[in-house]
């Protein structure tokens, strides 16, 4: 016959937990989910921001290269008028293939868009704000920059040199700034010129 103790023994470990036990397990695994699904929480909005922020980078960073690049290898400029709505900037460029191909390239900003596109021919420039929406969109949500109270051109031409300024928001609040000119290595373009744009 087992031993009155082996019996004591057998019987609580057929026992089980009793409710405290079960309670107090319940509460630390309730409060080690709440961290675990805070600390996802916390990565999946700073996945967000560093998501947004970069979007907003890469695009302000796409207008700068596109229209440094067509600065640069520009011959002839020609901006729009202060205030007109969309503000239009469109350079004769050269292309960087062996054999020179020359072709009318053009910007437009209008309410934070900013797009381009490039022709064999030249550009009208008398643009809209409909017949600019079929151009390829480079930003959208640009601001100008501001003087006091008022918006700076996001183009502007001076001297065979074009200065670039706006601002592309983020959702942190921080805007990404661009704030950058490019001059033209190329020699003006001789009268007849083709394309003329």
């Given at each position: 016959m087992p031993a009155k103790t082996d019996l004591l023994d057998h019987e609580r470990a057929e026992e089980g937990f009793t409710l405290i036990e079960l309670l107090v397990y319940m509460m630390l695994s309730l409060i080690v989910l709440v961290l675990v699904a805070g600390i996802f929480v916390n990565s999946l909005k700073a996945e967000g921001t560093v998501r947004t922020s970069t979007e907003a980078s890469t695009a302000a960073?796409?207008?700068?290269?596109?229209?440094?690049?067509?600065?640069?290898?520009?011959?002839?400029?020609?901006?729009?008028?202060?205030?007109?709505?969309?503000?239009?900037?469109?350079?004769?460029?050269?292309?960087?293939?062996a054999t020179p191909t020359w072709y009318c390239e053009a910007w437009s900003y209008d309410s934070g868009d900013l797009r381009t596109m490039?022709?064999?021919?030249?550009?009208?420039?008398?643009?809209?704000?409909?017949?600019?929406?079929?151009?390829?969109?480079?930003?959208?949500?640009?601001?100008?920059?501001?003087?006091?109270?008022?918006?700076e051109p996001v183009f502007k031409v001076a001297n065979r040199q074009v200065e670039l300024k706006f601002t592309v928001p983020t959702a942190v609040g921080q805007s990404v700034l661009i704030n950058?000119?490019?001059?033209?290595?190329?020699p003006p373009s001789t009268t007849g010129a083709m394309p003329s744009c």
């Open positions: 960073q796409l207008v700068a290269q596109s229209v440094g690049r067509g600065a640069r290898n520009a011959s002839d400029f020609w901006h729009s008028n202060p205030g007109v709505t969309p503000e239009i900037l469109i350079m004769r460029t050269v292309g960087s293939a490039r022709s064999t021919g030249a550009i009208p420039h008398t643009q809209t704000s409909s017949s600019v929406l079929r151009w390829t969109l480079l930003a959208s949500g640009a601001q100008p920059l501001f003087t006091s109270t008022v918006a950058t000119s490019s001059t033209s290595r190329q």
